[in-house]
């Protein structure tokens, strides 16, 4: 098992990787409930506002995983999360996933998040690898893992059902080897 009891607050250039809090929620809420981000996550858009509210305050005290908020540092506000889950003991991995809602995209707020928190990650657990899946309908998403050296691993045919089309997902995986190359590398 990994310990993430400890939620860091992660600073980048233009955004910075913190726990939640109460105020963040009209903005997770507004994130939570984007079409953009139901679709490209396979989430339905029933919403149960109180649900999701005891959801998210309780994310900090979580040692199993780790969930912080993605805060863009020039206006303020959160505009999307990374997680860090599901762990596995077999492979001593855990899952990551990422959400940039409306007022966060097309700026790197995305791509800085997911080299910050795999940084950490690696950095500060023993952890082997991180595993993730995305959509085949999400191009923009698997360049970026891509370019932060996750790799394919294999491919859920139809798994989703989209507007009467099936959408493949991607499953790919970035190992501690391929990370601590890629350190070695960019510079």
């Given at each position: 098992m990994v310990d993430l009891s400890h939620k860091p607050l992660i600073e980048g250039e233009?955004?910075?990787?913190?726990?939640?809090?109460?105020?963040?929620?009209?903005?997770?809420?507004?994130?939570?409930?984007?079409?953009?981000?139901?679709?490209?996550?396979?989430?339905?858009?029933?919403?149960?506002?109180?649900?999701?509210?005891?959801?998210?305050?309780?994310?900090?005290?979580q040692t199993d995983r780790l969930d912080l908020a993605i805060v863009d540092k020039s206006q303020g506000i959160l505009v999307g999360e990374v997680v860090v889950n599901l762990y596995d003991e077999n492979s001593h991995s855990?899952?990551?996933?990422?959400?940039?809602g409306p007022r966060g995209r097309n700026r790197g707020l995305g791509t800085e998040a997911t080299k910050h928190i795999i940084d950490y990650v690696f950095k500060s657990t023993t952890l082997n690898q991180l595993t993730l899946s995305v959509f085949d309908f999400n191009p923009r998403a698997k360049y970026i893992y891509e370019k932060v050296g996750f790799e394919i691993e294999s491919i859920d045919e139809n798994d989703l059902e989209f507007e009467g089309k099936w959408i493949d997902s991607i499953n790919m995986k970035l190992t501690r080897e391929n990370w601590i190359n890629r350190e070695k590398h960019a510079y």
């Open positions: 233009k955004v910075v990787l913190r726990p939640f809090k109460d105020e963040d929620f009209p903005y997770i809420e507004e994130c939570l409930k984007d079409p953009e981000v139901l679709k490209l996550t396979g989430s339905s858009s029933d919403f149960d506002r109180e649900s999701i509210l005891k959801w998210y305050s309780t994310r900090n005290e855990m899952n990551f996933r990422i959400l940039i």
